[in-house]
Nanobody
């Protein structure tokens, strides 16, 4: 069974930084991409950043957030700098992969809360 576990969320002041981590466990055939989504209260879940053939970012986080992967550790990171109150949300890790049974599968983590407030 493939699982994603996020960590690194918390309370930070505007202008501050946080780094989120997401560790994937379980055996797979192929990892196609990993990414981060977020969902603010009363809003739909939105893509923040993805790491596949190339990294992609939401316009609202470009030049502030950086996604990176350590394939040896099956871990994806999201470095968040210059945080703004509007970045407050639950952040979810996502993986698109091929299982050992040859099935395409999308897996989600449980989410980690990021609160940007003074």
């Amino acid at each position: 069974q493939v699982q994603l576990v996020e960590s690194g969320g918390g309370l930070v002041q505007p202008g501050g930084s946080l780094r989120l981590s997401c560790v994937m466990s379980g055996t797979i055939l192929r990892l196609n991409s990993m990414g981060w989504y977020r969902q603010a209260p009363g809003k739909q879940r939105e893509l923040v950043a993805s790491s596949g053939a190339r990294s992609e970012y939401a316009d609202s986080v470009k030049d502030r957030f950086t996604i990176s992967r350590d394939n040896a550790k099956n871990t994806v990171y999201l470095q968040m700098n210059s945080l703004k109150p509007e970045d407050t949300a639950v952040y979810y890790c996502n993986a698109d992969l091929l299982t050992v049974f040859g099935r395409n599968l999308e897996v989600w983590g449980q989410g980690t809360l990021v609160t940007v407030s003074s």
